[in-house]
Structures are given as C-alpha cells and as structure tokens.
C-alpha cells in the first residue's frame, strides 16, 4: 500500500464511546497512522451522547491501540495519534450540537488554510440512529460545493427486504451513492482483496475456473464459541443473517464474477451484481439449520442455556445452504455456503473442489483443491497428486503451500479489514463497499428464506454438542451436493514416512 492521503483530513467518529468504535474504529485509524497512512495533519473527533473528556476518549481507547513491533518510533506514533483526537458531546438528534461540530470543523479548516474540505463520517451506530445522523449532517455539516464529505454505515442494513429498503429510501435523498459507503469488512480482508489478483492474473486458474473442471465451491464460517451472554441480541438475528447474507455472499460474489473491464468500483461491482441476478431462488429442501446443545463433557452451555434467551427459541445458530447459479460458466456447479457458532475451530475459508481424473491410469487419484484461508494465518493452497518418493509409481496428495507467515516477512505490513476500507473510503475506492442494488438483490434472494426458517411452520434446528463440527447431517448433507471427502488415511501432511497409500498404480 503506497502512501497517499489528503492533508488536513477531518475524520468524525460517530459513537465514539461504544464497543465498535473503541474496538475496531480508533485502533483500524490508529494503524493508518502508524503505518504514515495518514497524514499527522489529520484531526480525528469522536462524536457521541456520554459525557466525556478529550483525556477520557484517549484513556478508554488506548489499550485497543496496537503497537507491531514497540519501537520507540511507535510508541512516538501513538503518542501523537491519540493528542489529534478531541471528543464532541451531544445527543445525535440535537441541531445545537451539529452546529458547534461545524464550527469545530471550520476552524481546523481555517487554521490550515484549507480551500476545500475533506470530511469522513462514520456511523459506528446502530441502524437506529443512520437516518437522524445522516439528516443532521447533511443538514448542518456538509461543505457542499467546497468540499467533499463521505459518510460510513455499518451493518446491519436492515433486518430484511423491506426494511433495507425502507433505511435506503431515508438515506438515499440525503447521500448520493458516490457519498455512501456501506462497509463490510470482509471486504477489506487480505485474502478477499486477493482473489481478484488470483483468478485474473494467472491463466492456469482463470482457464479452469469454470464448470469444466470445478465440480463444487464451498465458503464455510467457523467460531469455536457461542453467543456467551448476547444470546438476546442473536436470538432475532440469527447466523444467516448475521454472517451468510452478508459476509458469505460478498466473498461468492467476487470468487464467481466475470473479468470486469478495469480496477473501478463500478466496474468490479457491477461484474457482482451479474452474478447475484444469476443466482436462483434458494430451495428450502437444499437447507439444513441447526442449534448448539451443551458439550459432549458438559463443560460449554448450550444456546437455550444462556438465561438471555427464549427457552423455546429456534434461532439458528448453524446453517450451512446450497446456491445454483444460472449462467454459462457456473451451472449445474453446487456452490455451498456453511456458517456456525460454537465449533471445533475457528476459521473461514473458500474451498474449491476440481473435478475428478475419469479414466486412465490414475482415474482413482483424489480430487485436487484449491483452499484459501481467510482467516486465520491467511493461506492458500492447492492440494495435488504427486508420486511417492521410491521405486513405486504410487500417488499421494501434496500440497502447493502458500502460508503468508511462511512466505513473507514480518516487515511487511498487512492492514486489518477496517484499516483497509478505511483508506479506501478515503481514497474514494468503492470497489470494497456493498452498492445498493447488491443490498437489495441480496435480501431479495434471502428474505423468503429467513421468512421459512422463522415462520410458525419453520423447521427445528437439529441440535449438535458445543464444540463439535456442527449438526450430524453436515456429511451426508455434503455429499449429496457433490462433495467428495478424500479419506483421513489417504492424505497426509508433510508426507515423512513410507507408507501403503490406496492410490492408482501403472
């Protein structure tokens, strides 16, 4: 990431008090800064209702502040960050308050000469308040033709098709589409941003990356704990919602897209919206949910457990749903999309399965796969047939291994998926950021699904242990979508000793 910023930048934290703002905003701005993503003329205020001081704000969001490698440098670094923050108190639907964070805005400007003003606003809110702080600052903190101002929300936007409708419509008047940006962050993930580069840049992986030769595609979320006390809060918002029609389907989007013309935000979202018209109407018999139970050793508390929760919710707290796309390169290609809570692992990750070698001499070879690990410790590989070291001419699965730990140093930096989209918001890059048309054809496609699942006649999650790789029926569920699982004793990694392999022999 080369160095570009715009001097004099205003940055305005909106619910600068709370846990996304102290966990994730200041320390994605922070990282900018350290890493000279940020000028050091930058002014950064943090907006919200509780009564603080400027020392208060720094002293509740420095611990969150990341020091890569404690340099004296660094901690200089943060030093100065934390002295170009200042705090704004008021209420989000006070004028008074809009008017005096004006103000506030215009004397930066002036005491640095600014002719034209560079604003960022971002709404670390419920959706609750969008609207009302998006009316207020268009209202009273827009520089209009003498500057440019940008404004992110966060998810979620909207509960459904209605309701993300509903909050476009309020905030569509007021912000125009090149103004708004709606972040995702896993969009900003290193190996996300990566998978443009990986499929357009090498023509072994463009040329194959069709329903020739790919028989199915997997994107699975993992969390190896539960809702732990916020059970309340999931219990109407369930994981399809939380983390499949979001997260899941933007990373779908771009690992089916076509080649778009050029690096354009529009262009690369314009390839994602082809692909989301394309998909077809999910079948609800292609759709297994389930709900986390206590453990196997009675050590983790199941879903129901948690006192915040209705006793006889049905809140789906695994899902895992197949999606058909009706286009010449993807169809009759199942793609599968699997997210869970209170797992056997965290992780997420795209996993594509080739098709199988159907005659000759090692048409009983495994399937190769591409996996690419989002997180944690950002990989990929490819998993291939080679001949065992000897005299045989047996086969055993390898690994073409890309672990970036392994491959890259420790200088190189990696920015975090907020300080990633961050800079892009800066920049004016809407390649990472969801558009409205995505959002509406995203809920579109999920809403009747939701209204399925939640509706008195929906189903009952099938329930599966704390800590387990999910329901029971995840095998099977699998293999009748096409996915074929190499047996444990066929593969090996690293491969160190001779062994017996069940592999084609000639």
Sequence with gaps: MGVQFIENTIIVVFGASGDLAKKKTFPALFGLFREGQLSETTKIIGFARSKLSNDDLRNRIKPYLKLNKRTDAERQSLEKFLQILEYHQSNY??????EKLEKLINKYDDEANVK????????????SVFTTVATMLKKHCHPGDSGIARLIVEKPFGHDLSSSRELQKSLAPLWNEDELFRIDHYLGKEMVKNLIPLRFSNTFLSSSWNNQFIDTIQITFKENFGTEGRGGYF???????DVIQNHLLQVLTIVLMEKPADFNGESIRDEKVKVLKAIEQIDFNNVLVGQYDKSEDGSKPGYLDDDTVNPDSKAVTYAAL????????WNNVPIILKAGKALNQSKVEIRIQFKPVENGIFKNSARNELVIRIQPNEAMYLKMNIKVPGVSNQVSISEMDLTYKNRYSSEFYIPEAYESLIKDALMDDHSNFVRDDELDISWALFTPLLEHIEGPDGPTPTKYPYGSRGPKEIDEFLRNHGYVKEPRENYQWPLTTPKELNSSKF
């Design 235 to 241: 219990d109407s918002i369930g994981i399809i919602r």
């Design 116 to 127: 034209e003003s560079h604003r960022l606003y971002y709404l670390a809110l419920p959706p």
């Design 322 to 329: 197949v999606l058909n796309v009706a286009n010449e390169r």
């Design 93 to 98: 639907d006070d004028s008074e308050g809009f």
